[in-house]
């Protein structure tokens, strides 16, 4: 069955601090999707990143990177010199085939706190 | 403008009182779910659909019942609403099945006594 796992709960930073989200997924395929999903305090969800399991380049856009290896099967989220804006809760997501069904699993979220 | 749309954004009822969330998208999207969003366990699905007349069961979806008549819509029915049941909905669609990214709704507060 697949699995994700964001293992930080919470994360405090003060601004301009570079800051790393885990999550780390178990999957039997071999085709998968993973994504991240931004909830700011509005509560809205917003799609960041979406990537397969046969692209492990890693994606950088602006000051977000994206950390993507299959050999420890690990997802990482980095924000560089984070700001306020930035304070949210995040969530990785899995999505495979298996066992037929498309049941994509999101982690319990990483709420990501930015001091001014 | 592109979205995904649900209603009521509130609601609190009483056990036992059906009731429906609808959702509509206006994206031809043929993948649609809904998830209820729980502290600290994140966003879990109750139901997906494929495409019109199809749909399946997610991971919690005891208690919910979901139609699929047309393609922009997707309501959840909650027949016979329990305090267990009071929660944050999403309803998402997506250009097909689960492996594209998902455009959410803005969530449908629901509070059952």
């Known amino acids: 069955a697949q699995k994700v796992t964001q293992a930080q709960t919470e994360i405090s930073v003060v601004e301009k601090e570079d800051v790393t989200l885990d999550c780390v997924y178990e999957t039997r395929d071999t085709t998968y999707y993973l994504f991240w999903y931004k909830q700011p305090p509005s509560g809205e969800l917003v799609f960041l990143i979406r990537?397969?399991?046969?692209?492990?380049q890693n994606e950088i856009s602006g000051r977000y990177s994206w950390n993507f290896q299959k050999s420890t099967s690990s997802f990482n989220f980095t924000i560089t010199a984070s700001q306020v804006v930035d304070s949210a809760v995040y969530f990785c997501a899995l999505s495979d085939v298996s066992g037929g069904s498309y049941i994509p699993t999101f982690g319990r979220g990483t709420s990501l706190i930015v001091h001014p | 403008e592109a979205q995904v749309t649900q209603n009521p954004r509130y609601l609190i009822t009483v056990t036992g009182k059906k009731l429906t969330v609808t959702c509509s998208q206006n994206m031809n999207h043929e993948y649609m779910s809904w998830y209820r969003q729980d502290p600290g366990l994140g966003l879990r699905q109750i139901y997906y659909s494929m495409n019109v007349e199809v749909t399946d069961k997610g991971d919690v979806p005891e208690g919910y019942k979901v139609s699929r008549k047309e393609k922009r819509n997707f309501p959840l029915i909650l027949e016979s609403p329990s305090p267990n049941q009071t929660s944050l909905y999403f309803c998402?669609?997506?250009?097909?099945?689960?492996?594209?990214?998902?455009?959410f709704g803005p969530g449908t507060r629901l509070t059952v006594l």
């Open positions: 990537r397969n399991s046969f692209d492990e």
């Open positions: 998402a669609s997506s250009l097909e099945r689960g492996h594209n990214e998902q455009f």
